[in-house]
């Protein structure tokens, strides 16, 4: 008793090490920002010049594009999504990143570069699963501010188009004031394609996207994609088979495969980690450009955890994880 007693004490001192390094890693937002810059290196290509910019003209920043877009990753895989905050944390590391921009710039060059973290993003989420045959469809509420200050809401009122709306939540029983977060996932778990659109558009209408993007496949929905023009649209256009749950008073009704039903629960498991670890629902945007900057680099975040899960061979969708 006595030598088991000893053995577990030497393991657990042994141990203490290990654990501190993995900690101390986790909490190091310096340590993130250089892996993910790494990973963003290796997917970038041709996007960006060899200074890790977007070819353009005029004066080239030293603090480079690969850099703004590696430090939204970082900030966001660890719950860090006001930039006031991030801007506070940075200050210990003012050796590390020396040519570290203000948070101004920041803010700027992070709606600039947006569309070079969908691409890389994009990259990410082909090679953990490229080629699938099988799909999931779902949408989320994004609520821009209550319902009740809606009429004191600026965003948009320069752009009616873009501007938010109101809509209706069926599996929260709730109206709301904001835009609705369309997305497209494969079995494995990671969003292949995403977009939002105002909380009055229906879900239907995102398959025409779909319908462009996608071809010769499986996509599994739930009830809010029942329509039979369109099921048989998509299955002409782009031979795309589109199931989804029949409704108890519909005809020909048929009972959902239980496979169909335990598929669509991955997109539902994926809204639940961007509101529970990337906080979605919460929102600190000012203008449109600002709120969509926010949700590319939630997802992209979400997107380069699974990456770093997939290399080293754990499951992708443990992301509170990856950084251990």
């Given at each position: 008793?006595?030598?088991?007693?000893?053995?577990?004490?030497?393991?657990s001192i042994l141990?203490?090490?290990?654990?501190?390094?993995?900690?101390?890693?986790?909490?190091?937002?310096?340590?993130?920002?250089?892996?993910?810059?790494?990973?963003?290196?290796?997917?970038a290509g041709n996007l960006v010049n060899k200074q890790g910019n977007i070819p353009r003209c005029g004066v080239v920043p030293r603090f480079s594009d690969l850099e703004v877009v590696a430090l939204g990753m970082a900030s966001e895989s660890i719950g860090i999504d006001s930039e006031?905050?991030?801007?506070?944390?940075?200050?210990?590391?003012?050796?590390?990143?020396?040519?570290?921009?203000?948070?101004?710039?920041y803010n700027d060059r992070r709606k600039f570069t947006a569309s070079l973290c969908a691409a890389i993003r994009e990259k990410m989420a082909a090679t953990i699963d490229g080629g699938e045959d099988y799909f999931c469809i779902d949408s989320k509420p994004i609520e821009v501010c209550r319902p009740a200050?809606?009429?004191?809401?600026?965003?948009?009122?320069?752009?009616?188009?873009?501007?938010?709306?109101?809509?209706?939540?069926?599996?929260?029983?709730?109206?709301?004031?904001?835009y609705k977060l369309h997305a497209v996932c494969g079995l494995s778990g990671v969003i292949h394609s995403f977009d939002l659109t105002k909380a009055s558009v229906h879900d239907i209408h995102y398959l025409k996207d779909v319908k462009v993007d996608?071809?010769?496949?499986?996509?599994?929905?739930?009830?809010?994609?029942?329509?039979?023009?369109?099921?048989?649209?998509?299955?002409?256009?782009?031979?795309?088979?589109?199931?989804?749950?029949?409704?108890?008073?519909?005809?020909d009704w048929k009972p959902t495969l239980a496979c169909f039903a335990k598929a669509r629960k991955r997109v539902e498991t994926l809204f639940s980690q961007l509101c529970?670890?990337?906080?979605?629902?919460?929102?600190?945007?000012?203008?449109?450009?600002?709120?969509?900057?926010?949700?590319?680099?939630?997802?992209?975040?979400?997107?380069?955890?699974?990456?770093?899960?997939?290399?080293?061979q754990r499951p992708i969708g443990r992301i509170k994880y990856a950084l251990i």
């Open positions: 008793m006595y030598k088991k007693l000893c053995m577990i004490l030497i393991i141990m203490v090490p290990n654990q501190l390094i993995a900690n101390s890693y986790m909490h190091n937002l310096y340590a993130i920002f250089a892996k993910f810059l790494d990973i963003c290196k290796q997917f006031s905050l991030l801007f506070v944390k940075l200050r210990e590391y003012q050796s590390e990143i020396p040519h570290l921009i203000s948070r101004r710039q200050r809606a009429k004191r809401c600026f965003m948009g009122k320069n752009e009616i188009e873009k501007a938010p709306s109101f809509g209706y939540c069926a599996s929260q029983g709730v109206y709301y004031y904001g996608y071809s010769d496949c499986t996509v599994i929905g739930d009830r809010g994609y029942i329509s039979a023009d369109v099921q048989l649209d998509l299955f002409e256009t782009a031979h795309i088979r589109l199931e989804v749950p029949y409704r108890s008073n519909q005809k529970d670890q990337f906080m979605i629902e919460r929102n600190y945007a000012k203008d449109i450009e600002g709120l969509f900057t926010r949700i590319i680099g939630k997802i992209s975040a979400l997107t380069i955890l699974q990456y770093i899960n997939y290399k080293n």
